[in-house]
């Protein structure tokens, strides 16, 4: 079955420092995108960064970066240089592209990042 | 701002009334999702449509939610005779489909169910 695995339910940073959010996946279908969203207390769901499961490149955004180990099935976060508004939840999802289920995002459980001045 | 939309952001209702919600997508998506969340889970997955088409539901949609997309614009989604159990936060996501497609999301709509 298709599941996103989230282990760290809360991570501390310090301001200014990096940090890293575990995100590993589970399907046997070749062709599939890997996503990061942020929510803010807020609620609203803002994207962050997309991998495509052919990318031989990880993929970057500003102070994001997404460590993708295929072999590993793993898509961790990197966010660089913490910031204070970083504190949020973060979501890793995943979303197929092909068969029953193409389309719709498969999210893990989010990991609570609080970020200390 | 041209981002997704969503109306209410708050509702509170009594058991066994009737809910609808809207979302207005960002103008040039095709496609439209609602997903479910709550509290200390991530979104899941509810329905979603391809213009106006619905092209997929979860199990998740019991009958008493339907959501529709008449003009393949904005969205609806109406939950009839709603339960304490459907308290929760409704997303709503638009994307233009490709491979690469990437959902944008909404502000959502927090419902309680008293």
């Known amino acids: 079955a298709q599941k996103i695995t989230q282990t760290q339910p809360g991570m501390f940073v310090q301001e200014k420092e990096a940090v890293t959010l575990d995100c590993t996946y589970d399907?046997?279908?070749?062709?599939?995108?890997l996503f990061w969203y942020k929510q803010p207390s807020s609620g609203e769901m803002i994207f962050l960064i997309y991998?495509?499961?052919?990318?031989?490149q990880n993929a970057t955004e500003g102070r994001y970066s997404l460590n993708f180990q295929k072999a590993r099935k793993s898509a961790n976060l990197v966010i660089s240089a913490s910031q204070l508004g970083d504190s949020a939840m973060y979501f890793c999802a995943m979303r197929f592209n092909y068969g029953g289920s193409q389309g719709n995002l498969i999210f893990g459980k989010g990991t609570k990042l609080s970020v200390k001045p | 701002d041209t981002g997704v939309s969503q109306d209410p952001r708050h509702k509170i209702t009594k058991r066994g009334q009737n809910v609808t919600f809207r979302c207005d997508p960002i103008s040039e998506h095709n496609r439209l999702y609602w997903y479910r969340q709550t509290l200390g889970q991530g979104p899941e997955f509810l329905t979603y449509f391809q213009n106006e088409a619905q092209l997929e539901k979860s199990r998740l949609l019991s009958d008493r939610f339907s959501a529709e997309r008449p003009k393949g614009s904005f969205s609806t989604l109406e939950i009839q005779r709603t339960e304490q159990g459907d308290s929760a936060m409704y997303l709503c996501a638009s994307s233009l489909f490709s491979t690469q497609e990437t959902q944008y999301f909404g502000p959502g709509t927090r419902l309680l169910v008293l």
């Open positions: 991998q495509g499961s052919y990318d031989q």
């Open positions: 399907t046997s279908d070749p062709s599939y995108g």
